[in-house]
């Protein structure tokens, strides 16, 4: 069945620092590839996606490409902030995303 | 705010008792999940409703947990005679059916079962 792995953490980091987290991921066809991020005390909310191969999904200075010859996700931002940490899962779905595979989160912290 | 909205917060409960939560979906929504989390891990899903139907149940809903969604609008989720193992953060999504669409979570409400 359907799986993601993503890198274990916590990920700790300095400011303005280079971000990488890993993510692969078990499929058959073409599911839909997502990045939540999940703030302390609040709910997941949706970071970014990618709906096909090479696409790639940005938002608020992070990126991901969606590879199917290597079966990767991962997420990257080149430059972090404080206020970035938080929990980062990455999942796959299926019809427009309702139903979705997660991995087990990698907490990121960044230090001033 | 018109987020997804679920209540409780948080709910500890003694071994054995029965426990409700309510999801509040955004009201022009369609489809609703509910995901459970446990301590260190990512959301697992539970079970589907397409308006009023529950579609999907996953092998992790035991017959001890039973979910609803009645006028197609707010869903609960029971769980009966509860067990330390139920334990987690149970969450609820939902998703209309425009395309490019997303998945919005509420924020979870916490069970504890002591």
């Known amino acids: 069945g359907d799986s993601v792995t993503q890198m274990e953490g916590p990920v700790t980091l300095s400011e303005e620092a280079f971000l990488t987290i890993n993510c692969t991921y078990t499929?058959?066809?073409?599911?839909?590839l997502f990045w939540y991020v999940q703030y302390p005390g609040e709910g997941l909310q949706l970071l970014l996606k990618a709906t096909k191969a090479d696409d790639k999904g940005s938002n608020k200075g992070f990126e991901a490409t969606y590879r199917k010859e290597t079966t990767s996700f991962h997420l990257e931002k080149g430059s972090v902030q404080v206020s970035d940490s938080a929990v980062y899962f990455c999942?796959?779905?299926?019809?427009?995303?309702?139903?979705?595979?997660f991995g087990q989160g990698t907490e990121l912290s960044v230090k001033p | 705010d018109t987020g997804v909205s679920q209540n409780p917060r948080h709910k500890i409960t003694k071994r054995g008792q029965n426990v409700t939560f309510r999801c509040d979906p955004i009201s022009e929504h369609n489809r609703l999940y509910w995901y459970r989390q446990t301590l260190g891990q990512g959301p697992e899903f539970l079970t589907y409703f397409q308006n009023e139907a529950q579609l999907e149940k996953s092998r992790l809903l035991s017959d001890r947990f039973s979910a609803e969604r009645p006028k197609g609008s707010f869903s609960t989720l029971e769980i009966q005679r509860t067990e330390q193992g139920d334990s987690a953060m149970y969450l609820c999504?939902?998703?209309?059916?425009?395309?490019?669409?997303?998945?919005?979570f509420g924020q979870g409400t916490r069970l504890t079962v002591v």
């Open positions: 999942a796959l779905g299926r019809n427009q995303g309702g139903k979705l595979i």
């Open positions: 999504a939902s998703i209309g059916d425009r395309m490019n669409t997303e998945a919005f």
């Open positions: 499929a058959t066809g073409y599911p839909s």
